[in-house]
């Protein structure tokens, strides 16, 4: 800012003080620029992880926000609930890295600028998606188990029903 003396001089020279707005409204416009760069390039953050064996890939946005899941076909065979397990678990990988990615793109877009409002914004990225420490593998699903002739048949299909022709009398239930 400027100092008591400095100010007086400013009124001293109106036209030194238009110029030195018109950098200060420069520098601010660069700034919100930069700013601008910084979130658009942070919206077009995408992550993806896989699971270990390649089941459940999954992309989640810089805000958190699943934008895809894919399964592989390994993913078929495994029973419901490891299956959501491990949904979870890819999407909460994938979540981890989003405060890196962010804080890396604002050091690329706003350099050693406002640093306490980034500390800020990434400590709250950190807190909620928080880095994953190694788990071992889930163990593999369960093979299905082998038909046993003892076993009832599994259900079908409800059949669809068949129309008779509307020329048919014999049939006709009116």
């Known amino acids: 800012m400027t100092g008591a003396n400095e100010l007086g001089e400013l009124m001293l020279d109106p036209d030194e003080a238009q110029r030195k707005m018109e950098r200060w409204a420069a520098g601010l ?5 930069r700013y601008a760069a910084a979130q658009e390039r ?3 953050l995408r992550l993806t992880a896989s699971s270990s064996d390649g089941a459940v890939k999954i992309t989640v946005g810089a805000d958190g926000g699943v934008t ?8 078929r065979t495994y029973p419901l609930e490891e299956l959501s397990r491990a949904i979870l678990q890819t999407m909460h990988q994938a979540q981890a890295g989003i405060a890196g990615q962010v804080a890396e793109v604002m050091q690329e877009s706003l350099g050693d600028e406002d640093q306490e409002t980034r500390a800020l914004m990434i400590g709250t ?3 909620r998606f928080p880095e994953i420490e190694e788990e071992e593998p889930p163990p593999p699903p369960p093979a299905p188990p082998a038909s046993s002739s003892d ?3 599994p259900p079908q299909a409800p059949r669809e029903r ?7 009398e014999e049939n006709s239930p009116w």
Not at 68 to 75: L, R, S, T, V
Request: proline content about 10%; cysteine-free.
């Open 151 to 153: 076993a009832p048949p």
């Open 125 to 127: 990225l950190r807190s």
């Open 162 to 168: 068949r129309h008779e022709a509307p020329d048919d």
């Open 42 to 44: 942070t919206e077009q």
């Open 29 to 33: 416009e660069e700034k919100a620029q």
């Open 68 to 75: 895809d899941i894919e399964f592989g076909n390994k993913a």
